[in-house]
């Protein structure tokens, strides 16, 4: 490690004299790396476009990888870094095995972690959600749905991602003690017809199933679709994550119970104004957990309405 | 029915009744519709793959197309509120054109079909997610002016899915063309061996892009079932890997990669097998990490089965012509 940056010394400040020789200010770069595209990093953006005309001397951009690997995150990280963006915000699709990758960006460049957290690396700061947090909140919901208790599936991508393994524990937390049982995870590896099918063969196993939780955005309206295509709204009831435009419908038809809903847009924002004060040398709204944790909120019958064309507002014009 | 296509069908009985009898709600209603409803999804377009595979080509950019279309087909319907039979014919005319310009980069060009498609795959799914900025679309949003193309695309006449009864259309017709018809016969001659069939006065190329664009085609019209299905799409996910459903399918129901084999009906046999062994893994509660496992362990026990069935006859009639030859 130390061999090569020694190594690379020369070689960046050689082409660091080169781009700049017109005198031209160039603006200083910073990356919001995504781990997979989706309505929610959508959402994220917006909170990346309103820091960025908050700090119009900074070139703000987000990048969502081709597929949602690893090894892809990583290939864009070390372009980012040859490009010598002053910083990088990343939602980690392995933290736990890209620390070294992590680390090498750390060096270079800011390094915030969001969406999903790398404590073993030297990221400066986690901003996002605590997603067993997010788990505990559904497992309240889940027990809202049925107070008498009862038997729950629950639908999700896949099991390797963090955040889907962290929602889950935060559920069984929650539902410790309680009288309602979780039969099973049905996965779908990111597949949504498979995802909606799952729902539908499950309906069609169980007859006495009470309750359907989806852990990612999609799952949810395939969830939504599915109950409202075998006629068994009322008799199952639903909670879900995310904000997706049918969840919405759902819950405000009555559908779905409630979603657990996360803030990307203050991922984004908060995010890029962070990296900005950090360039600045303003480390002050760093706690000392090095974990802004931005809460979750709950979205309900009560409060449906206001949030769906708050949503919309945030979506249009894309 | 040939026999490649009465073993097939004895495998998915076996397979069904092992199913049937571990979980009786297999043969459920419910259970059987919503298996009908996808296997009329995945036969149209496996039934495209099969007539190129026929060929003795192949088409890896099914999935892409899937998504490229789905993401145009969303955005027609929902930003540009284009009336749904024009958004429909778009897609279908687009679904034709990716097909044309498939089956012109083979015959013109001269290019390998695996080359072809691998880079339309790779490009649809591109163009795609530019198109939308990497961002989810659907129906989310839409009013009610979609429930007529909404109700063709995924609700049920007399009880039975749309999806499966348009499958029953698009496997009758082509059934007639492959087998009835002497584009047909030239489909399975240009497959066993281009060169001989060119030699014979055969018109290969027009015959290869016939082909590309009945794949082409029904690549465009599963596209508008399986948006319906969903709702929405995600461009960088959406209709992912189903290329290798619609080859599986094909081999299965008895397409040999090398071209020149395979029949209509085996394709959808192929399907419907394939969705059995989706439907037994949640119906069995088997773990869904096990899914693509069961999938590839019963496809391969099926083509070692057809390939010993096959090895077997093949020196049944050997020792039965050898006598005839003498005569």
Redesign the interface.
């Given at each position: 490690m130390k061999r090569r940056s020694i190594l690379a010394a020369p070689a960046a400040l050689a082409l660091a004299g080169l781009p700049r020789g017109a005198g031209a200010q160039e603006k200083r770069s910073l990356a919001f790396v995504v781990n997979v595209s989706a309505d929610f990093w959508t959402i994220c953006r917006r909170g990346i476009e309103k820091a960025n005309r908050e700090h119009p001397d900074f070139a703000m951009e987000m990048i969502v990888p081709g597929q949602a690997s690893a090894a892809e995150q990583r290939r864009i990280v070390d372009e980012l870094l040859a490009r010598r963006v002053a910083g990088i915000a990343i939602s980690p699709i392995n933290p736990a095995n890209s620390t070294e990758m992590l680390n090498r960006a750390a060096a270079q460049a800011v390094l915030f972690t969001s969406d999903s957290d790398a404590p073993n690396s030297n990221r400066a700061v986690y901003i996002g959600t605590d997603n067993v947090a997010a788990g505990r909140e559904a497992g309240a919901q889940m027990k809202r749905a049925l107070p008498k208790g009862g038997k729950a599936m629950l639908f999700v991508g896949t099991m390797d991602a963090d955040n889907a393994r962290e929602r889950v524990q935060g559920i069984r937390e929650a539902l410790q003690g309680s009288q309602i049982q979780v039969v099973d995870i049905r996965t779908d590896e990111s597949d949504i017809a498979r995802a909606k099918r799952n729902v539908e063969d499950t309906l069609a196993r169980y007859s006495d199933i009470d309750l359907l939780v989806g852990l990612w955005a999609y799952n949810t309206p395939q969830i939504y679709q599915a109950v409202k295509a075998a006629g068994r709204e009322g008799k199952v009831q639903v909670v879900g994550f995310d904000e997706d435009a049918l969840t919405l419908r759902g819950v405000a038809d009555g559908t779905i119970l409630s979603t657990v809903v996360q803030q990307p847009f203050e991922f984004g924002y908060q995010s890029m104004v962070g990296m900005v004060r950090y360039l600045n040398n303003d480390r002050g709204f760093i706690p000392a957990s090095k974990q802004i944790i931005i809460p979750t909120r709950i979205i309900d019958k009560s409060n449906v309405a206001e949030f769906q064309a708050q949503m919309r507002e945030l979506l249009r014009g894309r | 029915m040939s026999k490649k296509e009465i073993g097939l069908a004895l495998l998915l009985i076996v397979i069904g009744g092992i199913t049937a009898a571990l979980?009786p709600?297999f043969l459920?209603g419910?259970?059987l519709l919503?298996m009908a409803n996808?296997i009329g999804?995945f036969g149209i377009f496996a039934i495209g793959q099969g007539l190129i595979i026929i060929t003795g080509g192949i088409d890896l950019s099914v999935g892409s197309i899937f998504a490229l279309l789905g993401v145009v087909l969303v955005d027609l319907l929902v930003n540009f509120e284009l009336a749904w039979p024009l958004a429909v014919l778009a897609v279908l005319g687009a679904g034709l054109v990716l097909g044309l310009l498939h089956g012109l980069l083979v015959t013109r060009l001269k290019l390998q079909p695996f080359v072809v498609t691998l880079c339309g795959l790779l490009i649809y799914?591109?163009i795609a997610?530019y198109y939308?900025?990497?961002?989810?679309i659907?129906?989310?949003?839409a009013g009610a002016e979609l429930d007529t193309l909404a109700w063709l695309a995924s609700g049920r006449s007399l009880g039975i899915p749309n999806p499966f009864l348009i499958l029953l259309l698009v496997a009758g017709v082509m059934a007639v063309v492959l087998h009835r018809t002497v584009f047909g016969r030239h489909l399975y001659a240009v497959g066993r061996n281009e060169e001989a069939a060119r030699h014979s006065g055969i018109n290969t190329d027009g015959v290869i892009m016939g082909a590309y664009l009945l794949g082409g085609g029904l690549a465009g019209l599963a596209t508008v079932l399986?948006v319906f299905?969903?709702?929405?799409v995600?461009?960088?996910?959406?209709g992912?890997?189903y290329e290798l459903y619609a080859i599986a399918a094909a081999v299965l129901g008895g397409c040999s990669l090398r071209g020149g084999e395979g029949s209509i009906l085996g394709i959808v046999l192929g399907t419907v097998l394939l969705q059995i062994l989706?439907?037994l893994v949640?119906?069995l509660?088997i773990p869904?990490?096990l899914?693509?496992a069961v999938m590839g362990a019963v496809i391969l026990m099926g083509v070692i089965a057809d390939r010993q069935l096959g090895l077997r006859r093949q020196r049944i009639q050997m020792t039965r012509s050898q006598p005839a030859a003498a005569e």
């Amino acid at each position: 490690m130390k061999r090569r940056s020694i190594l690379a010394a020369p070689a960046a400040l050689a082409l660091a004299g080169l781009p700049r020789g017109a005198g031209a200010q160039e603006k200083r770069s910073l990356a919001f790396v995504v781990n997979v595209s989706a309505d929610f990093w959508t959402i994220c953006r917006r909170g990346i476009e309103k820091a960025n005309r908050e700090h119009p001397d900074f070139a703000m951009e987000m990048i969502v990888p081709g597929q949602a690997s690893a090894a892809e995150q990583r290939r864009i990280v070390d372009e980012l870094l040859a490009r010598r963006v002053a910083g990088i915000a990343i939602s980690p699709i392995n933290p736990a095995n890209s620390t070294e990758m992590l680390n090498r960006a750390a060096a270079q460049a800011v390094l915030f972690t969001s969406d999903s957290d790398a404590p073993n690396s030297n990221r400066a700061v986690y901003i996002g959600t605590d997603n067993v947090a997010a788990g505990r909140e559904a497992g309240a919901q889940m027990k809202r749905a049925l107070p008498k208790g009862g038997k729950a599936m629950l639908f999700v991508g896949t099991m390797d991602a963090d955040n889907a393994r962290e929602r889950v524990q935060g559920i069984r937390e929650a539902l410790q003690g309680s009288q309602i049982q979780v039969v099973d995870i049905r996965t779908d590896e990111s597949d949504i017809a498979r995802a909606k099918r799952n729902v539908e063969d499950t309906l069609a196993r169980y007859s006495d199933i009470d309750l359907l939780v989806g852990l990612w955005a999609y799952n949810t309206p395939q969830i939504y679709q599915a109950v409202k295509a075998a006629g068994r709204e009322g008799k199952v009831q639903v909670v879900g994550f995310d904000e997706d435009a049918l969840t919405l419908r759902g819950v405000a038809d009555g559908t779905i119970l409630s979603t657990v809903v996360q803030q990307p847009f203050e991922f984004g924002y908060q995010s890029m104004v962070g990296m900005v004060r950090y360039l600045n040398n303003d480390r002050g709204f760093i706690p000392a957990s090095k974990q802004i944790i931005i809460p979750t909120r709950i979205i309900d019958k009560s409060n449906v309405a206001e949030f769906q064309a708050q949503m919309r507002e945030l979506l249009r014009g894309r | 029915m040939s026999k490649k296509e009465i073993g097939l069908a004895l495998l998915l009985i076996v397979i069904g009744g092992i199913t049937a009898a571990l979980n009786p709600l297999f043969l459920s209603g419910v259970n059987l519709l919503n298996m009908a409803n996808l296997i009329g999804l995945f036969g149209i377009f496996a039934i495209g793959q099969g007539l190129i595979i026929i060929t003795g080509g192949i088409d890896l950019s099914v999935g892409s197309i899937f998504a490229l279309l789905g993401v145009v087909l969303v955005d027609l319907l929902v930003n540009f509120e284009l009336a749904w039979p024009l958004a429909v014919l778009a897609v279908l005319g687009a679904g034709l054109v990716l097909g044309l310009l498939h089956g012109l980069l083979v015959t013109r060009l001269k290019l390998q079909p695996f080359v072809v498609t691998l880079c339309g795959l790779l490009i649809y799914r591109g163009i795609a997610r530019y198109y939308t900025q990497d961002s989810t679309i659907g129906f989310g949003y839409a009013g009610a002016e979609l429930d007529t193309l909404a109700w063709l695309a995924s609700g049920r006449s007399l009880g039975i899915p749309n999806p499966f009864l348009i499958l029953l259309l698009v496997a009758g017709v082509m059934a007639v063309v492959l087998h009835r018809t002497v584009f047909g016969r030239h489909l399975y001659a240009v497959g066993r061996n281009e060169e001989a069939a060119r030699h014979s006065g055969i018109n290969t190329d027009g015959v290869i892009m016939g082909a590309y664009l009945l794949g082409g085609g029904l690549a465009g019209l599963a596209t508008v079932l399986l948006v319906f299905y969903t709702s929405s799409v995600s461009p960088s996910s959406f209709g992912s890997f189903y290329e290798l459903y619609a080859i599986a399918a094909a081999v299965l129901g008895g397409c040999s990669l090398r071209g020149g084999e395979g029949s209509i009906l085996g394709i959808v046999l192929g399907t419907v097998l394939l969705q059995i062994l989706q439907n037994l893994v949640n119906i069995l509660g088997i773990p869904s990490s096990l899914n693509f496992a069961v999938m590839g362990a019963v496809i391969l026990m099926g083509v070692i089965a057809d390939r010993q069935l096959g090895l077997r006859r093949q020196r049944i009639q050997m020792t039965r012509s050898q006598p005839a030859a003498a005569e």
